[in-house]
């Protein structure tokens, strides 16, 4: 069964210095790995996608993910916050076939002046 | 392109009542999703549809809850008898193909009082 596991529940972070959320992942298989962000009180929107083409994946808003089979990790990384960064994160993967997704716990990031 | 669409946004509930949420897909979009998200936690996966089948139901809650997305109109995720425990975010996702991106609506928030 595939699961995700979000290593911190809240992230705090000075504006203009790098950003790193934690995602590891369990798979059968080789999985569909994403991360979708969630504004206080909105929807989800899709960050980046990783689907075995490349490792390294580049998304909106500056933010990468690079997919590691050795380690069972999909991180999300950006170089710089910016205030409007804060928000929480998941960080999510595909139950293949069915593609239902089955999301982690999310982490909240802050952001401070 | 219009998005995903959801409404209401916002339904507040008596116990007992029953509780309709709409969800509009993407234009060309023939499968849905519905996930549900609880304060504090991460999107569940609920039920995931095609025009008039239901092909995945398995997190659904097996009494009260139902869904169905007619051949002609939106998806409807029906809650009868409400209680306080159900409210929630639920939240509509929609894609071309069970691998393909799934794009989300803005979410109804059911507050059951």
């Known amino acids: 069964a595939q699961s995700v596991t979000q290593l911190d529940s809240h992230v705090s972070v000075s504006e203009g210095t790098p950003v790193l959320l934690r995602c590891n992942y369990s798979?059968?298989?080789?999985?569909?790995l994403f991360w979708y962000v969630q504004h206080p009180n909105k929807g989800l929107q899709l960050l980046l996608k990783?689907?075995?083409?490349?490792?390294l994946v580049k998304g909106i808003n500056g933010f990468e993910a690079e997919f590691k089979k050795s380690e069972t990790s999909f991180h999300l990384t950006k170089p710089s916050a910016h205030m409007s960064d804060a928000a929480e994160y998941f960080c999510?993967?595909?139950?293949?076939?069915?593609?239902?997704?089955?999301f982690g716990k999310g982490t909240k990031l802050s952001v401070k002046p | 392109n219009a998005g995903v669409m959801q409404n209401p946004r916002h339904l507040v509930r008596r116990r007992g009542q029953e509780a309709r949420l709409r969800c509009s897909p993407m234009?060309?979009?023939?499968?849905v999703y519905w996930y549900r998200q609880l304060p504090e936690e991460g999107l569940k996966f609920m039920v995931y549809?095609?025009?008039?089948?239901?092909?995945?139901e398995s997190g659904m809650p097996k009494e009260r809850f139902s869904a169905e997305f007619p051949k002609e109109g939106p998806s409807i995720l029906r809650i009868q008898q409400v209680v306080r425990g159900d409210s929630a975010a639920y939240f509509c996702?929609?894609?071309?193909?069970?691998?393909?991106?799934?794009?989300f609506g803005p979410g109804t928030r059911l507050t059951v009082l």
């Open positions: 999510v993967v595909s139950d293949g076939l069915r593609g239902n997704l089955i």
């Open positions: 234009k060309g979009h023939s499968h």
């Open positions: 990783y689907t075995s083409a490349a490792t």
């Open positions: 996702a929609s894609s071309t193909h069970p691998t393909d991106t799934q794009y």
């Open positions: 798979s059968s298989y080789s999985p569909s």
């Open positions: 549809l095609q025009k008039e089948n239901i092909i995945d």
